[in-house]
């Protein structure tokens, strides 16, 4: 530091003394005093800059010929106020706005050094502010961070957690749009309700009714729709409005993969299974100790104990009384066999099977590496949860008429109303179920796999024993088809046993022994090579259209020792059985159809 030499300037204002001056006046000589550095030149005035941003507080100042430590000049502030702030750097008279949690330009109108602008305040408290971090420190009550999209709201912040509030929670969402919301949280149907569970969070967006609605492309479709239902919350569809919801039913389609294995016919068997799950469970709801399952196999053994899905499709509805979420699981080696089995399937929602592309899951399986393809996206294995819905069942048979009051005229929702359905607890059994060979009877849709309204053909194999070896005692079956006596070939013939006659062309067996019979005579059936050598086909008079076979046992003299069973020959059924005390009178009545390939729908 240079040594700075003062230099002290005196001037007096002298006066001559005369005899005449007033020896009282007391008035000193005036003296000026003026500082000036070595160099003759005048000191400099500095101001203190504690925060060395450059601007100096001008109630603090220095004089010296050099720049002190801390200090600056007076220009270019002096012009235009002191610094406000000098422990801050980004506080200085007309200082660019920075986001850090206060006013940074001493000069502005609202400048306080205890108030926050606006965009740097947290207004709805969740610790984050609106402007942008730019590198400067927070100077301010500390936050989380920064680029809060909407601070009017606690809710919404960068990487905020999604809650069912009807709006984006996360400001870094690449989705964000200001009001607007998460598909789940949009009344995509306009029925009031959104597909999200409400979590108690407070609802922003477009005012709504209720949460949890299973279907948002179905404005029929929410909680409580089925307002006069046994479980009235549940998610619903009711198409008409009456408060009586629809059936859920789901239609199951299935074909072999084309190009698999079993389309070259490299192999000849097949086997895939759908089981229902019932809240993550597999689902007895049939009450058979069984899981519930579909299946179908190419050559007609059936795996399983639940109705056997044919080409065509197999329809399942939904049980009313019971809640939560139901979906399947598809199985493609339930043989585990290791072999995985080439299958396609089309699952619908409804009781008509649709076009394939209406479809609401597709599934593609491979054999050779049990590829699972659902709707396009592969990577799925065998007992993976394949689909789920959380639509419950009601009991609205007519959907769209309000005013029938469905739960009364009919409680099986098969069409059929109560008085004139023969089953009104079983849906697949009504009048005209089979409708083109049957149109009047009252039967189940399962003598018609294909669903083409004509019923599977059956023809019988009656078998029929003496017991104990002393004879029939007159004992004889007559059997019927559309009420005209079948010919059995046997003769009218006298028991001694009964002392009486047996009637021709009915079907007895003589002592001790047994005997069977197939019953089907039609010479243009394709089929004939069942039975036996015997032609198999409906219409066992010749007919070769569909028919009604009934049974008629006559009593002889005793009867405690007679037994007989009618089977069907293709499919192995046993539709009567009785002995060794038959009954007597009409014991079996047979509906034979017309449909001698009950897999297709186009043959019959």
């Not at 300037?9 to 005093?33: E, R």
């Not at 359905?421 to 079983?426: A, H, L, R």
């Not at 149109?439 to 294909?450: K, N, R």
């Not at 009934?550 to 405690?560: F, I, P």
């Amino acid at each position: 530091m240079r040594l700075l030499t003062l230099f002290l300037v005196f001037s007096s204002a002298c006066s001559d003394k005369d005899d005449t001056s007033n020896p009282d006046d007391t008035t000193d000589t005036q003296t000026d005093v003026q500082a000036v550095c070595e160099d003759g030149s005048a000191m400099t005035t500095y101001y203190a800059d504690g925060d060395g941003d450059g601007f100096g507080d001008l109630a603090d100042a220095l004089d010296s010929c050099d720049v002190p430590v801390g200090y600056v000049a007076a220009s270019p502030f002096e012009s235009i106020g002191s610094d406000c702030d000098d422990t801050d750097a980004f506080v200085f008279p007309n200082a660019d706005a920075y986001c850090d949690g206060q006013y940074n330009d001493c000069n502005h109108p609202n400048f306080s050094l205890t108030t926050i602008p606006n965009g740097e305040r947290d207004e709805d408290g969740d610790g984050f502010v609106p402007c942008s971090n730019d590198g400067v420190p927070w100077a301010g009550a500390q936050i989380g961070g920064h680029d809060d999209c909407d601070d009017d709201n606690a809710n919404v912040y960068p990487g905020g957690a999604e809650v069912c509030d009807g709006q984006y929670n996360d400001c870094s969402d690449p989705d964000y749009m200001a009001g607007s919301a998460p598909m789940n949280e949009t009344d995509v149907d306009g029925d009031g309700y959104v597909e999200c569970d409400s979590d108690g969070s407070t609802w922003s967006g477009t005012p709504i009714i209720g949460y949890n609605d299973c279907n948002d492309e179905d404005y029929g479709t929410y909680p409580g729709a089925g307002f006069n239902e046994l479980n009235t919350a549940d998610c619903m569809t009711d198409a008409d409005m009456d408060g009586y919801a629809e059936p859920y039913c789901l239609t199951f389609e299935m074909n072999i993969a084309e190009g698999s294995s079993l389309d070259t016919g490299e192999f000849s068997w097949w086997y895939n299974a759908i089981v229902i799950v019932h809240n993550g469970e597999w689902a007895d709801f049939s009450g058979d100790g069984y899981p519930d399952y579909f299946t179908y196999d190419i050559n007609g053994t059936h795996w399983g104990e639940y109705p056997v899905v044919k080409s065509n499709g197999q329809t399942w509805c939904r049980p009313n009384d019971v809640v939560g979420t139901i979906g399947f699981e598809l199985y493609e080696d339930p043989s585990f066999d290791g072999f995985a089995d080439a299958m396609e399937m089309w699952v619908y929602a409804g009781t008509e099977i649709l076009d394939r592309s209406q479809a609401i899951v597709t599934i593609r399986g491979e054999s050779d590496g049990y590829t699972l393809n659902i709707n396009g996206t592969s990577g799925y294995q065998d007992g993976d949860t394949l689909w789920s819905s959380e639509i419950a069942s009601g009991t609205d048979c007519d959907g769209n008429d309000p005013i029938s009051a469905t739960q009364s005229n009919d409680a099986d929702c098969d069409g059929s109303p109560t008085g004139v359905d023969c089953d009104d607890n079983d849906p697949t059994t009504f009048p005209g179920a089979i409708y083109n060979d049957f149109p009047d009877a009252c039967l189940s849709t399962d003598l018609d796999q294909d669903g083409d309204g004509y019923g599977r053909f059956e023809c019988m194999d009656l078998e029929m024993w003496d017991t104990f070896g002393d004879g029939w005692n007159g004992g004889h079956l007559i059997l019927k088809e559309n009420g005209v006596q079948i010919n059995s070939g046997l003769p009218q013939t006298f028991d001694t046993y009964c002392n009486c006659y047996l009637p021709e062309n009915s079907f007895y067996v003589t002592t001790g022994n047994t005997q069977s019979f197939t019953m089907a005579n039609n010479p243009d059936d394709p089929f004939d090579t069942l039975g036996g050598g015997a032609v198999c086909s409906p219409g066992t008079l010749g007919s070769g259209a569909a028919a009604t076979i009934t049974a008629q046992y006559y009593s002889g003299q005793y009867e405690e020792e007679n037994s007989y069973t009618l089977t069907g020959v293709l499919s192995g059924m046993t539709y009567h059985a009785d002995g060794p005390i038959p009954a007597t009178g009409t014991v079996m009545t047979l509906y034979s159809g017309s449909d001698y390939n009950d897999n297709e729908p186009n043959v019959h």
